[in-house]
């Protein structure tokens, strides 16, 4: 696996995790819509890093 | 008269063949198009709830009306496009794209706590198919041969370290999802965390494996490409955070 690709799944992990936190996070104080957006990027950089090394792996 | 009819026999095989290998590439094509079904379904429930209610309370004609008929065309033109890579090209970059401006557009629009739940609920239903989308049917997978023999290597820190932060980091997140008030987002925050926990884990074990054999490779252009896709990504998370919409 490429060290390039490496690093960016581990960036997309944090940033996935951290999206999805700073959602539930508008969730709990009212901004639902914002809540919304924040969930939708949170999964497809969680989705993205979940592709990049599933790739890797196999190619 | 004898080698005439042999050759006329030979040219028929040809045809046949040629004739086959043509319905093949028909079905083929065909199949394409079934596999995009579930994105374009679960897309237009996505749609349905996250872009048709801004772009009816701003006003079709207005910018965000515009940019949410765009994100359906993408969507809905994506079938009819020449090849795989176009239809992928717009159910996916095309579709997101647009989401993205709508939603930077009607980032003022207030809107009912229940289209909020269901949107969230539609966005995890079109990443869950898009990920279906780019798993391999089990005919096109290469018959897989056992991991190769290598030399003993020692037993890294950094995997289990990992493991272990992923799943602090999950459990934190659910403890984060019992603290909402409203019931009906507690629960989708709870599908959100199990499905955002579920693509940590399966992330942390592969690039825990990685750090365990330390494997080198050189990536290939199509994951060239994800990078970018990647980069594109945090790019567009850092210009909200900038512009203050998302954190404000």
């Known amino acids: 696996m490429d060290k390039l690709v490496v690093g960016v799944a581990l960036l997309l992990l944090v940033a ?25 990027t949170g999964l497809m950089s969680m989705w993205l890093a979940e592709r990049l090394v599933a790739h890797e792996e196999r190619g | 008269m004898a080698v005439e009819s042999s050759r006329m026999m030979q040219l028929g095989e040809v045809a046949r063949g040629l004739d086959a290998e043509s319905r093949r590439d028909d ?55 020449p090849s795989k890579r176009v239809s992928l090209y717009l159910v996916l970059h095309g579709f997101l794209a647009t989401t993205a401006l709508t939603f930077l557009l009607a980032s003022e629009t207030a809107l009912p706590t229940v289209h909020a739940g269901y949107a969230a609920l539609s966005w ?49 997140l659910f403890v984060q999802s019992l603290g909402i008030q409203r019931v009906e987002l507690r629960v989708l925050s709870y599908v959100v965390t199990l499905a955002l926990g579920l693509l940590m884990l ?47």
């Open chain 2, 27 to 81: 079905r083929l094509r065909h199949m394409e198009r079934v596999r995009l079904l579930p994105v374009i379904l679960t897309g237009s429930y996505a749609w349905l709830v996250a872009h048709y209610p801004l772009a009816a309370g701003s006003g079709w004609a207005s910018p965000v009306g515009l940019s949410a008929a765009g994100a359906a065309l993408m969507l809905v033109g994506s079938p009819l496009a």
């Open chain 1, 16 to 40: 996935g995790a951290a999206s999805v936190a700073w959602a539930l996070w508008q969730w709990k104080q009212g901004g639902e819509v914002r809540g919304i957006f924040w969930v939708g």
């Open chain 2, 124 to 172: 995890l239903s079109y990443t869950i198919a898009l990920g279906a989308l780019s798993t391999p049917e089990p005919a096109e997978r290469p018959v897989s041969e056992g991991p190769p023999f290598g030399p003993r290597r020692r037993a890294s820190v950094v995997a289990p370290v990992l493991q272990l932060l992923v799943c602090a980091g999950v459990f934190g």
């Open chain 2, 202 to 248: 399966s992330v942390s074990v592969q690039l825990g494996r990685w750090f365990q054999q330390r494997e080198s490779g050189l990536a290939r252009g199509s994951f060239r490409r994800s990078v970018w896709v990647a980069l594109l990504l945090m790019g567009w998370c850092a210009l909200s955070w900038v512009t203050g919409w998302g954190t404000s």
